[in-house]
């Protein structure tokens, strides 16, 4: 496998961030209803209300994640067309195939990626 990122890997790249992109807002379309507000007034018990309530958050943190992994389809969807995809947007360098086969919308290599994240670590 060829680790250069030519004309033909792009456009499959192209493809796979669309598809990734349909799938993306039909699961927003789906979970919408999930992460609506719980009424405390409905005439269940204190323990299904519970229940209730903390399904709620969890389809809002998963609503959430869904709505930044498209943001991020979105940004490689421009960067392909404004010629920079593949490109770390931290420090120019390429970013390499396997990482884009894994995650088609990875914007940092893995090295700048590894250090947001200890940036970010307590």
Known sequence: MSDELTPKKVMEFQQALSLLRQELESLLSISKSASDTVELDQPIGRLSRIDAIQQQKMAKANRQNHIIRLQQVNASLSAIEEGCYGECRSCE??????????RPEAALCLSCQEA??????P
């Open 93 to 102: 360098e390429p970013i390499i195939i396997g990482r884009l086969e894994a």
């Open 116 to 121: 947001r994240e200890r940036r970010r670590s």
